[in-house]
């Protein structure tokens, strides 16, 4: 077993010294670079989430959803149309082609398309368009994956080294039973202590916002993990996919990313709307 989680862990350093410096390559360059990366992570993502409503339910063929996976992300990069109009469409499309299966339940096939193809596009949609935020965006895309990367960092060697000798209770048992609470504290700290790093070297950021951000990423990207690990469980699958070596899938890997986006655009605007006042 030790052999075995060894033999893990290096992959996951493996894929991490590969992935993250183009993460950070592609999110520097920003523009159609960085938009041909969220498109590859939505579609992926979209056929991993379909695979998961599968075992459910009976989801409309899947290039469905790739497709309109593409219209959301071209959307959320050059707006053509009002996103609800979009949305409204794309239910009305799912609506009328069930009228012609006869498969499984009716509302729950709609009802689950809509979350898989929605929550993938929203949360991949809204990281494209904090990196479009002028001047600061690839700083707060910076931020949030700093905050994300050394809050799991923080938890995965805190909760190994420290995991049930504070608190016997578990963080989240029924869906995340190896979570504890030591890890989610020692996440916590790695994400302030990350957002402290980030706004040291970057004068561009508001030091109270980024800290502020550092916290909140700490409190909530636990979250994010637990979200995913409900989808997993209830389809029954230990991971999304095996298309990363020692991560899974795509919603194994940038599940925290995938519930952070949304919430901290959210944050940034409000804040830019704070300053303007």
Known sequence: MAETGISNLQKRIAVALIGIPLIISLAWAGGGYFFVLIVLLSLLAVNEFHRLLSVRAFPPALPWFLFFSLVLQFNFFLPFVESRLLILVILMVFLVLELFRTEGSRIVNIGSSMTALLYVNIAFGSLMQLRQMQPVGLSYVMLMFV????????????????????????FFERLSPHKTWEGFIAGCAGSVLGSAAVVYFDATLDTVFTLVTGLFIGLLSPLGDLVESMFKRDAEVKDSSSLIPGHGGILDRFDTVMFISPLLYIYALFAESLSGL
């Open 147 to 170: 905050c994300i990367w050394t809050a799991d960092i923080m938890a995965y060697f805190g909760g190994r080294r420290f995991g049930g000798k504070l608190f016997k209770r578990k």
